[in-house]
């Protein structure tokens, strides 16, 4: 016998070295657009000169993002929202929302709306103010009621349904506006400067509700605004806009933690961003 036996008989099994995917990790999905935004413009048509109000507008917005815009006014902020929100029809380019146009997504009701004022009628209590979408949608009576109390919970109200407009507060008028908004389950809140007349203190309890709102529902939020510290308190991304005709000067990105408290206006994070918007501000105004 071989004098290495049974062994010479034994194949040599060669392991193969493991590639380098084999250690990758896969890559995590990119996010998907709730809205796409492509050299959009606006120009109205006057009875002297034409005005145009958007220039070659870019953006992109991704699903759960909490985006503000933030420019001097009459730069085009809202005419930018009122586009995404099929209110406006633009002169030029392109704009999806979740894949399809404003008008199929108006359709198929992506958005809730809250406007600058409360925009409530006056004559229904805030139960049936919130419920009008509701039965306008064809609800019955009785669930659209529940869905209305459930929203007038999330923003803090249960207990007022049988109150008048008129009975409230300016800043509760507007969580009536807001529960109104979100009460049919739109993909998208578009928000209107919703905070800009009221107090100081108002403003900030309202703000930290609406950031709160927006950690539990990660629901995709525009928001359109003057206030430097809202915005930089408030969103995932911060959109600036120049002067008339509006252009995008700059997105920034934040990046301050995703859970926000009043207290964190104070720390060099916060301050170090709001200085960025307002350099991006200036630039603008220089270009």
């Not at 929203?151 to 249960?158: A, S, T």
């Not at 400067?193 to 900030?204: V, W």
């Not at 990105?253 to 307002?278: C, K, M, T």
Request: proline residues 7%; hydrophobic residues 45%.
């Amino acid at each position: 016998m071989h004098r290495f036996g049974a062994f010479a008989l034994r194949p040599c099994i060669e392991l193969a070295p493991m590639t380098s995917t084999e250690n990758t990790l896969p890559t995590p999905a990119a996010p998907r657009l709730a809205v796409q935004v492509r050299q959009a413009s606006v120009v109205y048509q006057t009875a002297d000169a034409p005005v145009h109000a958007l220039s070659d507008i870019d953006l992109d917005i991704a699903e759960g993002e909490f985006v503000s815009l933030i420019g001097p006014s009459g730069c085009g902020k809202t005419t930018l929202m009122r586009v995404i929100a099929d209110l406006e029809q633009i002169s030029a380019g392109s704009v999806l929302v979740n894949g399809v146009s404003p008008h199929a997504a108006r359709l198929a009701r992506a958005y809730g709306y809250v406007f600058q004022a409360p925009a409530l009628f006056p004559w229904r209590t805030v139960l049936a103010n919130v419920t009008l979408p509701l039965q306008i949608q064809g609800l019955p009576k009785a669930q659209a009621r529940l869905i209305a109390q459930e929203h007038l919970e999330r923003v803090g109200l249960q207990g007022f349904e049988g109150k008048y407009p008129w009975q409230l507060s300016g800043g509760m008028q507007q969580r009536v506006s807001i529960a109104r908004a979100l009460s049919f389950e739109p993909k998208i809140l578009m928000m209107d400067e919703p905070f800009g007349a009221l107090d100081e203190i108002t403003r900030d309890r309202l703000n930290e509700q609406l950031q709160q709102l927006w950690q539990r529902e990660r629901r995709t939020v525009v928001f359109v605004t003057h206030s430097i510290a809202e915005a930089v308190y408030l969103s995932s991304k911060i959109v600036v806009m120049s002067p008339r005709p509006g252009r995008i000067v700059k997105v920034i990105q934040s990046p301050l933690p995703d859970a926000r408290y009043l207290g964190l206006r104070d720390s060099a994070e916060f301050i170090a961003v709001a200085h960025e918007v307002r350099e991006a501000l200036a630039d603008g105004h220089h270009g």
